[in-house]
């Protein structure tokens, strides 16, 4: 493990190649995981046995050879061991069938139960068991306020416009719940640690919502309790932590704060001038448009020497993509984009 150049990159070193995984490796656009989804209906089923996660996991590793891999799971694990009533419809996104839409809700919310998520740790032990023995594996969670938002909204949603009556309404009662998410995403963190993963990534991915001072308030406000609690903890304070914000309304450079090891980018923030912001003190991730995997060999290869161009003597460079991978990519692309970066 000391050899991965994924993990030296989060230490702020520079790596000849860049280290490179994306967000979504394992999902959809593979046909080798849509061979094993179609034997469940209910997504949520399939998260919930072990060792077809750690197969999942292993899947873009052998295809690609890529430098680190990611848990199997999902960010809404949390909000279904809160029995939320979360299921995943066939050709459909998440739906929660009991989701919060009052404070009483909130108040009257069953306790949280880190045991409720064994089938996670064990995911975890089974993909360390599998995995290449110098592999990272990266853990995740959902931000407290990501969670938030689905757990109010019942769902994925344009607008969610729901999340934002409650905030305007009961901002306290938000505030209590996004408490005792900070709560849940630092004991599931830390039992990912337990369980052999290497780094951890905070998904932030509702962040977009959020204008500037909301976005201090009700995400930024928790998600750095959260890292503080990580790093107060002998568990986990050694462990590497990522965080993704999508499209803040705030500059990179105003959000990074102290315990977070490396800043992963959405793919509209321009990586040359985070870069000039963030050098020496935060490690970068990112941030190809997953959109230009849609595009041309020569696009993909012109867009991906860019960024490594632009990020070649950056200390603590990762490439990635500037959100997940989508359901419409070809994996033949994703193939030119790993040897454009490696070139
Ligand atoms: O039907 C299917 O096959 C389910 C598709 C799918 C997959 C493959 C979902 C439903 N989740 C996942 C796996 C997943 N989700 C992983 C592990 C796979 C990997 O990365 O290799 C991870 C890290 C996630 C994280 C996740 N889930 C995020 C954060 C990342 C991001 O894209 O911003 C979010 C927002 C979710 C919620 C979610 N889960 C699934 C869907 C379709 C969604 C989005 C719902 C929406 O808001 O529309």
Redesign the pocket.
């Known amino acids: 493990m000391k050899d991965s150049i994924f993990l030296k990159a989060l230490d702020q070193k520079i790596n000849s190649v860049p280290p490179v995984w994306f ?6 656009y593979l046909p080798e ?1 849509q061979a094993i ?1 179609k034997n469940y209906t209910n ?1 949520l089923d ?2 919930k046995q072990p060792r077809t996660c750690a197969e ?2 292993l899947q ?1 590793i052998e295809r690609f050879k890529l430098d680190a891999s ?7 694990t949390i909000p279904d061991a809160l029995n939320l009533g979360l299921a ?1 419809h066939e050709g459909e ?2 739906k929660f069938s009991r989701p919060i839409s009052s404070p009483e809700d909130i108040k009257n919310l069953q306790a949280f139960d880190v045991n409720a998520l064994d089938y996670v740790f064990k995911a975890v032990e089974e993909t360390k068991n599998i995995l290449p023995r110098d592999l990272p594996l990266i853990g ?1 969670c ?1 931000s407290p306020w ?1 969670l938030a938002a ?1 757990s109010i909204e019942g ?3 344009k607008n969610f416009s729901k999340t934002k009556n409650f905030m305007a309404d009961h901002p306290d009662a938000l505030e209590e719940l996004l408490e005792i998410l900070t709560d849940a995403c630092y004991e599931y963190l830390k039992q990912q640690v337990l369980s052999g993963v290497n780094a951890l ?1 905070i ?1 932030d ?2 962040a977009d919502l959020l204008l500037i001072e909301e976005l201090d308030k009700f995400s930024l406000r928790y998600t750095h309790k959260l890292v503080q609690l990580l790093k107060q903890d002998s568990v986990t304070s050694g462990t590497p932590i990522i965080l ?1 914000e ?1 499209a803040p309304k705030k500059r990179i450079v105003d959000i990074a704060f102290d315990g977070i090891s490396c800043m992963s980018l959405h793919w509209q923030e321009d990586i040359g001038h985070v870069a000039n912001d963030l050098k020496n003190r935060f490690s970068i991730q990112g941030n190809l448009n997953p959109k230009i995997l849609l595009g041309s060999d020569e696009l993909i290869w012109r867009e991906t020497r860019k960024i490594c161009t632009q990020m070649n003597d950056f200390p603590g460079f990762i490439f990635n993509l500037g ?2 991978i989508t359901p419409d990519i070809n994996p033949a692309k994703v193939m030119i984009m790993i040897e454009a970066t490696r070139a």
Do not use: E, V
Not at 23 to 28: H, K, L, N, S
Not at 70 to 76: A, C, R, T, V
């Open positions: 967000m979504r490796q394992a999902g959809r995981y989804r997504f399939m998260c999942l996991a873009p990611i848990l199997f799971s999902d960010i809404l995943f996104g998440p995740f959902g990501t689905y769902g994925g949603s990534q998904f991915s509702w993704f999508k959100h997940g």
